[in-house]
């Protein structure tokens, strides 16, 4: 029976509810990243000094800073909302214990976020808290969609298993270094924005009209480690590109993750060249942010198919025998 | 520093989720400046008088305007407003300008002014843009605006504070308690909203204001004294001056160039 021809009150019915509802939070998770860059971007982040309430109020006037900052805080704890309810649908629906586990997992990280949000506004935007609370952003973004996927009636029904062709390291473990590559990168971002790096290198392509800037200060080590990082994605990617291409292509739980990271990375690269040409424009520098958090996601997504898809020769075969 | 920070942070919150939270109002005014020792200040022996134009040199920069439509209210009580960076009367003095004695007022004790300093948010402006006070002296922050803001001291030396204004008529007293020059002050609502404060531990500081001109009161000796503009920077000239002197020392400010006194 097919998901789509369950009866209303079958398991499986429930259970495409719940993957849709773990999806819905993952894409309230995108647009609460896309916020919270707003509030960077703009430099909002102390327009409402306390916290948790606004002013001393639950809702104050909307207007200039504040829009960014308590809409930030609306929207986190709309999240929060999600991620608590999704807690209890899967403690109550789920078989899988260490499913129950992930999902408490994303509600710890959600309150610990709060938690460092509400910190780093009280302590004037420290930035070891800050960078933190951009660090977790980017994590709980992983666990929520690593919980969209899991949930999804295509993972329990178990995805195909694909024969390890060759390459050294293997498939899921080049996707394990893309992601790990990718997080540092966006870590190395986070540094950035909240040491106010931003334009400590004001030119691109080069940099101060050379290959390699002067190393006068810590701003520009660290704007030129971000653009180095970059560098580095670009070609974990490409190299990720390559082996699917190359190896798994008739695959399309496979290839098209790549491929929408291929493109995300080549607008990435075009929004940064524009993030430092328009001298740090508000809405391009937040597109900036998010499309790396959707790099991540789609790389972290990618990474688990790969672990689920990829098995070495022997169990493949095997699988393809008792299949 | 931040690894302080983190666990100041940390211990706070432990404070406030076992209910022990809260604190006071840092405003509580100290008798007197700190970095000061040796004998007390006797403003009667401040007899000489140093005055002087702030000269601006050059094209005036064009004003920009400032976009208020963010709030409602302040686009409405303020239209038209421009920045006020860069302000020159008609006669060509710069304006907003801190003048105060760098060097030379050392070894004396100095008392704080029982009467506070005050800055006020009118209009989404801070009114004044640049003023002058003593370490332990008492600021008044005053919102005489129906819109909300929050107030954020950029101190490096003191402790930074931020702090929120959301009703007309709310006033909040703060203190700095060491020397720093000079201490941004910006509303993180309104980001067009900026002023600086210079804190000092002696007396001897003011700003040109509005008119360009300034006036010291000093005892004989001979000081260093600084004119400081938010955009030009600063200039820096040595005078002496005796009993009853009246002197006058002016600066120039050039859009361009490093300026020079006379």
Partial sequence: MTPESAGPESPER???????????????????????????????????????????????????????????????????VLTFVLAIWVSLKEDRAWVRWLTLGALGAVITQSILGGLTVLYLLPTAISVAHAALAQTFYCIVISLALFTSPDWKRGLPSVRERHGNPSLPWLCVLTTAAIYLQLLMGALMRHTKSGLAIPDFPLAFGRIIPPFDSGAIMIHFAHRVGALLVTAM????????????????????????????????????AFTIWSQKAALITTFHVLTGAMILGVSVLLTLRAFAMVAPEIKARHHLQTA | ??????????????????????????????????????????????????????????????????????????????????????????????????????????????????????????????????????ANQELTIKNSDTTLHNIHAWAEVNTPFNIGQPVEGMETKKTFEQAEMPVPIRCDVHRWMGAFVGVFDHPFHTTSGSTGSYELKLPP???EIVAW???????????????????????TFSAGAEGTSD
């Fill in chain 1, 14 to 80: 429930e259970n495409i509810w719940l993957h849709r509802f773990a999806v819905f939070t993952a894409l309230g998770t995108t647009f609460l990243i896309f916020a919270g860059g707003m509030v960077t971007s703009t430099e909002s982040g102390l327009a409402v000094p306390d916290w948790p309430l606004s002013y001393g109020m639950f809702f104050p006037p909307m207007v200039g800073g504040i829009f960014y900052e308590h809409g930030h805080r609306m929207v986190a704890g709309f999240v929060g």
């Fill in chain 1, 237 to 272: 990617v490409s190299w990720t590109l390559i082996r699917i291409w190359a190896s798994y292509r008739t695959h399309r739980r496979l290839l098209r993750p790549i491929l929408i990271m291929a493109c995300l990375v080549m607008t990435q690269v075009t929004l940064g």
């Fill in chain 2, 1 to 134: 520093m931040h690894k302080n920070k983190l666990f100041a942070g940390v211990f706070a919150m432990l404070l406030v989720l076992a209910g022990c939270g809260g604190g006071g109002d840092d405003s509580s005014a100290l008798p007197s400046a700190p970095g000061g020792g040796g004998t007390s200040y006797d403003s009667a022996t401040a007899t000489a008088t140093v005055t002087g134009n702030i000269v601006f040199d050059g094209e005036v920069p064009e004003a920009a305007r400032i976009q208020m439509a963010a709030d409602p209210f302040c686009q409405s009580h303020n239209e038209g407003a421009t920045s006020e960076e860069v302000l020159v009367t008609e006669s060509g003095q710069l304006q907003n300008v801190i003048l105060y004695v760098r060097s030379g007022h050392e070894g004396t004790s100095y008392s704080v002014p029982s009467e506070g300093i005050e800055i006020n948010q009118e209009d989404c402006a801070y009114s004044p843009h640049t003023f002058t006070m003593m």
């Fill in chain 2, 221 to 223: 000796g001979t000081y």
């Fill in chain 2, 229 to 251: 503009h938010e955009k030009y920077g600063e200039q820096v000239s040595t005078l002496e001056v005796a009993d009853a002197q009246a002197a006058e020392l002016n600066f």
